[in-house]
T-cell receptor, first 115, second 115 residues
Framework: GQQLNQSPQSMFIQEGEDVSMNCTSSSIFNTWLWYKQDPGEGPVLLIALYKAGELTSNGRLTAQFGITRKDSFLNISASIPSDVGIYFCAGPRLNYGGSQGNLIFGKGTKLSVKP | DTGVSQNPRHKITKRGQNVTFRCDPISEHNRLYWYRQTLGQGPEFLTYFQNEAQLEKSRLLSDRFSAERPKGSFSTLEIQRTEQGDSAMYLC?????????????FGNGTRLTVT
């Protein structure tokens, strides 16, 4: 079935550093979504991508929809302490006639502050 | 606050007991979703309502699970005869069905612990 593989699983950041993470799949997605989840809270949508090749920014965040439709990346520039959290990629399950809200999520990339 | 509201935030129950969770979506949203999230994993889709109709159910939703949305507003998720494997965060999300690519807005979840 459809699966999303995120890498890295975890990373440490120092304030001011740029961060890059990606998400790959063996199957095609027609939408890529990036969510952030803080401890004890639900995921919050950061960026949505709807077309292959699309590059979209939201403040210091930039995400791209891979041209093969099987991958996406998220970059965070000049990281700040509040960027700490878990970042998930997600996409709608290919389920003809089903809801676009039936999402498959990756296992997440956990961002922590360097000790 | 007009976001998705979930109650209770935490529930501890003994194995074999029944539990019920409530979700109040954003008021104008006609689509409502339930997801489950275990530690170290991304959320997994359970079921979806459009207004009061339950249109999709995941294979994860065993017959011990039942969800309702009687008047097309709030929803309840009941788990009967709970098992330790049911311990997880149960997330509710809502979206505006008549808007294409309307994003899912998640609540902060109900954390269930089955002892």
């Amino acid at each position: 079935g459809q699966q999303l593989n995120q890498s890295p699983q975890s990373m440490f950041i120092q304030e001011g550093e740029d961060v890059s993470m990606n998400c790959t799949s063996s199957s095609i997605f027609n939408t890529w979504l990036w969510y952030k989840q803080d401890p004890g809270e639900g995921p919050v949508l950061l960026i949505a991508l709807y077309k292959a090749g699309e590059l979209t920014s939201n403040g210091r965040l930039t995400a791209q929809f891979g041209i093969t439709r099987k991958d996406s990346f998220l970059n965070i520039s000049a990281s700040i302490p509040s960027d700490v959290g878990i970042y998930f990629c997600a996409g709608p399950r290919l389920n003809y006639g089903g809801s676009q809200g039936n999402l498959i999520f990756g296992k997440g990339t956990k961002l922590s502050v360097k000790p | 606050d007009t976001g998705v509201s979930q109650n209770p935030r935490h529930k501890i129950t003994k194995r074999g007991q029944n539990v019920t969770f409530r979700c109040d979506p954003i008021s104008e949203h006609n689509r409502l979703y339930w997801y489950r999230q275990t530690l170290g994993q991304g959320p997994e889709f359970l079921t979806y309502f459009q207004n009061e109709a339950q249109l999709e159910k995941s294979r994860l939703l065993s017959d011990r699970f039942s969800a309702e949305r009687p008047k097309g507003s709030f929803s309840t998720l009941e788990i009967q005869r709970t098992e330790q494997g049911d311990s997880a965060m149960y997330l509710c999300a809502s979206s505006l069905g008549r808007v294409i690519n309307s994003p899912l807005h998640f609540g902060n979840g109900t954390r269930l612990t089955v002892t």
